[in-house]
């Protein structure tokens, strides 16, 4: 197997494409090691110190380490022989069913929100997953769209400014009842920020 490895806009994600599917349709995000309990693969490269985060597309899997100090040319060997390692047992990428899309069309959707689900899943997010992240939606509420970004969007620099110009704009230019975009973390990320800041303030108190 030849892994190949891409650059992502987050400096601190790379996309693996081992060349074989990965997931037969849409995308699974693992923001950190308890989350992946479903997948054997994701809980083997969480084992890797350094790896923050994993997240699988259709044919890529994108790795986003935890800080800056720890170097890419480190981390690589450990992650290419887990992933050929993988590939090789036969083991199941999922182990349980995932849940159904997020931008699935519902009955009690109105005309907005089924149009907001279209553009993201049309428009949106094939352009986001190239680039080894996904937006999923979230809700629609007074006008504002909620959106939470995932794998390599998380945390990355440049996916505030994508939400407000990129994704905003379109979705406003399409549907005019669309006033903003906000992005949203979930309890889960709001725990793993709070622990990220508490142990920074601490290496800090020690120097």
């Known amino acids: 197997m030849f892994i190949q490895t891409q650059e992502t806009p987050n400096p601190n994600s790379l996309k693996f494409i081992p060349g074989v599917p990965v997931l037969e349709a849409g995308t699974k ?5 308890q989350s992946a309990y479903c997948s054997p693969l994701a809980r083997q490269l969480f084992r890797i110190d350094g790896v923050r985060g994993v997240f699988f597309g259709s044919d890529y899997i994108t790795v986003t380490k935890s800080d800056d100090d720890i170097e890419w040319k480190v981390l690589n ?12 047992s036969n083991l199941p990428i999922l182990t349980d069913e995932q849940p159904s899309a997020d931008t699935e069309i519902h009955e009690d959707d109105d005309e907005t929100v089924m149009m907001i689900k279209e553009l993201l899943d049309t428009r949106i997010r094939p352009t986001v997953q190239e680039d080894g992240g996904d937006i999923v939606y979230m809700g629609f509420e007074d006008g504002i769209v909620k ?3 995932q794998g390599s969007c998380t945390g990355c620099p440049s996916s505030a400014i994508t939400l407000k110009s990129g994704v905003q704009n379109m979705l406003q230019f399409y549907i005019p009842d669309v006033q903003g975009v906000e992005q949203v973390e979930d309890e889960e990320d ?18």
């Not at 995000?29 to 090691?33: E, I, S, T, V, W």
């Not at 709070?194 to 303030?201: A, L, P, Q, S, V």
């Open 29 to 33: 995000d693992f923001p950190n090691a």
């Open 77 to 88: 060997p450990d992650i290419y022989a887990t992933v050929m390692d993988f590939f090789a």
């Open 147 to 149: 959106l939470k970004m």
């Open 190 to 207: 709001d725990l793993v920020n709070e622990e990220f800041k508490k142990m920074e303030e601490k290496l800090d108190g020690d120097k």
